[in-house]
């Protein structure tokens, strides 16, 4: 019998990679999507055969990680393996405009997928989505057994849902892991992540649609690695013996001005022509640096990052030109699911 996965999140940027690699795997992949009045299925429309197709192996179900009683219901109907929570608000100077919504859905939610999977009483193994948000002010580098300072709502609610996973874990003797993964990009990256804002106007700016880039704190330090390798780090840590809980990160740091820079610098662009500071997108209390070790994962997972600073703000500035191309001459075409 093929594996069954079950991934919360699936139509964000994780959740598309890592229903690639699970059906590249053979898994039958279920995914939550939310009810929304614009079609927020894009990333994974172009995955797999459509769901009436005989051979179809990803199908995805309306859920919300508020709703319990439709989380305990998915979960008794398709029976999954492996669960991955990766559902969340997770915008960090977001949460600070939402954080009652941020903490119901990111912290409480994880909650309740938990209390879902235990009363559904599957034996299936739980991934939690942990973020390196919850060391915040805690200064690098961070590792699992660094304590952790969050400094925002997102993260606040990080560390609830991560403490959870380990109670569980601790009190029912579920397989809890929690991956504390450090920022990790791609073209399928949030347009309102700093990585994407900025590559997605350098494309602009050299296309001449654009001229100015506003931006906040650029010397903000982050460990950025890429997510199609990231999402093979979360399903390595289901298939190990005994749960645990594993830093994912590069070992690398980079502020967001060296980003800024080498983006415009690699169509031939001065930055400091485009760039100016927004205060606006300063947060009332910043993560000044994150920088991963991740020694454990790589012991333990055998996972070790391949894609570092440089080759990632060239695949995305690229990606972001190819699209903006393909936008133009009209080839972008929407699927049905
Ligand atoms: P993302 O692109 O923002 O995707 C978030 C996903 O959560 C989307 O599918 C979104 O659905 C869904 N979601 C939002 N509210 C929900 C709700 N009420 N019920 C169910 N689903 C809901 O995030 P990502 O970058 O893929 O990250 C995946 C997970 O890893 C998140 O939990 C994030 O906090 C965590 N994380 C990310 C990073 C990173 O650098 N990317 C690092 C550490 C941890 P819609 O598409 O409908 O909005
Ligand atoms: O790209 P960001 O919004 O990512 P942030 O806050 O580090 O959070 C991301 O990574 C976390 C893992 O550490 C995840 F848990 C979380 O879900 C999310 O994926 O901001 C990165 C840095 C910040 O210091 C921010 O202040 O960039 C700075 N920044 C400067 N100007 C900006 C901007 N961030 C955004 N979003 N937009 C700006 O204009």
């Given at each position: 019998m093929p594996r069954v996965a079950l991934i919360t999140g699936i139509t964000g940027q994780d959740g598309s990679y890592l229903s690639e690699l699970l059906l590249d795997k053979g898994y039958t992949v279920h995914g939550l999507k939310r009810r929304s009045s614009t079609f927020n299925t894009e990333r994974v429309d172009r995955i797999d055969v459509h769901p009436r197709h005989p051979d179809a192996r990803l199908f995805l179900h309306y859920s919300d990680l508020t709703d319990p009683a439709s989380l305990t219901n998915l979960i008794r109907d398709i029976a999954p393996d492996e669960i991955y929570n990766l559902g969340a608000q997770s915008h960090v100077r977001v949460s600070f405009d939402i954080p009652g919504y941020t903490a119901d859905v990111t912290g409480l939610g994880a909650l309740r997928l938990l209390e879902a999977a235990r009363a559904a009483d599957v034996g299936c193994r739980f991934y939690q989505a942990s973020s390196s948000e919850m060391f915040g002010a805690t200064p690098p580098p961070q590792r699992e057994d660094t304590p952790f300072h969050p400094r925002s709502p997102y993260a606040c609610a990080k560390v609830y849902a991560y403490w959870s996973a380990v109670n569980y874990r601790e009190s029912y003797g579920m397989y809890c892991a929690n991956g504390i993964l450090f920022n990790h990009e791609s073209p399928r990256r949030g347009e309102n992540f700093v990585t994407r804002k900025i590559t997605r106007a350098v494309a602009r700016i050299e296309a001449g649609i654009q001229d100015k880039l506003h931006l906040g704190n650029l010397d903000a330090v982050r460990d950025w690695g890429y997510a199609p390798e990231y999402v093979e780090a979360m399903w390595l840590s289901l298939q190990q013996d005994q749960p645990g809980d594993y830093v994912v990160a590069t070992g690398e740091g980079h502020t967001v001005r060296e980003f800024v820079e080498a983006a415009f610098a690699h169509v031939g662009l001065d930055w400091r022509d485009h760039v100016t500071i927004d205060?606006?997108?300063?947060?009332?209390?910043?993560?000044?640096a994150l920088i991963g070790d991740y020694s454990r994962a790589r012991r333990a997972l055998g996972w070790a990052p391949k894609t570092l600073f440089a080759d990632l703000v060239r695949v995305m500035v690229d990606a972001d030109r190819q699209l903006l191309e393909d936008e133009r001459a009209g080839r972008l075409v929407r699927v049905d699911r």
């Open positions: 205060p606006r997108y300063f947060r009332p209390a910043e993560v000044d």
